[in-house]
């Protein structure tokens, strides 16, 4: 199992992702990828399902510098 020390204590900034994202994708089974830019060259991945419109929870998170906008969804 992989761990995402990078990302302890984050939280806010996970949710902060999910609900100003710089843009969403499609990801798989109905998941959905939020992208937000930090610095130059690196975004933070939330991936994540929403459940209803009030109601959801988080898959992973994780920092990269691989950026894919092939399934890009919003804006």
Avoid at 1 to 10: I, K, P, S, T
Avoid at 16 to 45: C, F, H, M, Q
Wanted: charged share 30%.
């Amino acid at each position: 199992m992989e761990a995402h020390d990078d990302l302890a204590g984050r939280e806010e900034d996970v949710l902060a992702a999910i609900e100003n994202p710089d843009w969403i994708g499609r990801g798989y089974k109905g998941s959905l990828v939020a992208w937000k830019g930090y610095g130059r060259d690196r975004y933070l991945t939330v991936i994540y399902k929403e459940v209803a419109m009030d109601d959801g929870f988080v898959i992973t998170a994780f920092f990269t510098r691989k950026v894919n906008k092939r399934n890009k969804l919003w804006p």
